[in-house]
C-alpha cells in the first residue's frame, strides 16, 4: 500500500460516509455537518490530484460559506427539528430509490470505466498542468485569457443572484401593520447577509 | 496497488447517485439542497480526474466556474425556501405543487 492509496482509502471512506450521513440524519444541521464532512474528502483528493487551488476554494466556498449560509437558513426558520423518516409518504418509492442507485452506479462505473479509454486522449489541448509552473499560476493564465468572455459572464450571473435573493427575502405585499414590527426587521436582516454572501 | 483514475471515477459515480437517492427520496428542502450539493461535488471530482488523466487544465477551469454557479445557485435557492417555509413552516417538497403539470 503506497501512501497514495492510503490517503485515497481514507478520503473516499470519508465521503461516502458523509454523504450516506446526509442523506440519513434526520436533524438538518446534522446533515449539514455531514456535508462538510464529504467537502473535506472531496478537497483533500483534490490535493492529492494537485488541483491546489481548487482544494482551497473547496474549503472556503463550500465549507466556509455555502454551508453556513445553510445552517445560517436552519437556524433562522427554526426547522432544525428531527423529521420522522419512519414513514414512507408516497409507499414503495424507498426501495424504488434503492434499486435505481444500485442501476445507477453500476451504469456510471461502467462508463467511468469505459471512458477512461475511449476518451480521444488529446492531451493538453488548452495548457498543460506540469509545465514547472504553479497550479495557480496556470489556471490564472487560461482563466483570463481563453475564457476570460465566461469568467465575466459569471460576474454578471452574481449580480443576478444577489438582486435575486433580495428580491425574494422581500415581503411581498406591505399588508396589514399587525405582524409589521417584528418581522420587518427579520427580513432585513436576512437580505443583508445573503446579499454579503455572493 | 496502485490508485488510478478508475478508482476516482466509480468513486464519484457514487458519490452522485447517493446525492440523487437523497433528492428523490428526502422531503425536507434544505436537505435536497445538500443532496444537489453532493452531486455538484462528485461531478467536480470527476471534472478534475479528467484534467489530472489528460494533463489539460481545461478541466480545474470548469470546477472553477461550477463552484461559482453552485454559490449563486444556493443564494437564489435558500431565498426561495425562505420565501416558503415563513410562509408555512414544515413546508415540505410535497406541499409546493402548484407549478405540477
Known sequence: ?198 | MQVDETWYLVLSAMLFTIGACGLLVRRNPLVMFMCVELMLNAVNLTFVTFSNVLNDVAGQVVVFFVLVVAAAEVVVGLGIIVAILRRRPNATADDVSMLRG
Open chain 1, 1 to 198: 500500500m503506497t501512501v497514495d492509496t492510503v490517503v485515497f482509502v481514507v478520503a473516499a471512506l470519508v465521503i461516502l460516509v458523509g454523504a450516506l450521513g446526509v442523506i440519513f440524519s434526520r436533524n438538518p444541521v446534522h446533515s449539514a455537518l455531514m456535508l462538510v464532512m464529504t467537502l473535506f474528502g472531496v478537497a483533500v483528493l483534490f490535493v492529492a490530484q494537485e488541483a491546489h487551488f481548487l482544494a482551497a476554494v473547496q474549503v472556503i466556498v463550500y465549507a466556509g460559506a455555502i454551508v453556513v449560509l445553510f445552517l445560517f437558513v436552519i437556524m433562522l426558520l427554526g426547522v432544525d427539528t428531527a423529521e420522522n423518516l419512519s414513514v414512507d409518504p408516497l409507499g414503495g418509492q424507498r426501495p424504488a430509490a434503492g434499486v435505481v442507485g444500485v442501476a445507477a452506479v453500476g451504469l456510471l462505473a461502467v462508463l467511468a470505466v469505459r471512458a477512461v479509454q475511449v476518451s480521444t486522449g488529446a492531451q493538453s489541448v488548452t495548457l498543460p498542468l506540469d509545465s514547472g509552473r504553479s497550479n495557480i499560476a496556470v489556471l490564472a493564465e487560461v482563466l483570463f485569457t481563453d475564457y476570460l468572455y465566461a469568467f465575466e459572464v459569471t460576474s454578471v450571473l452574481l449580480v443576478i443572484a444577489v438582486v435575486g435573493a433580495v428580491v425574494m427575502a422581500r415581503r411581498p405585499r406591505p399588508e396589514a401593520p399587525d405582524d409589521a414590527a417584528g418581522d420587518e426587521l427579520g427580513v432585513e436582516r436576512h437580505t443583508e447577509t445573503e446579499s454579503e454572501l455572493a
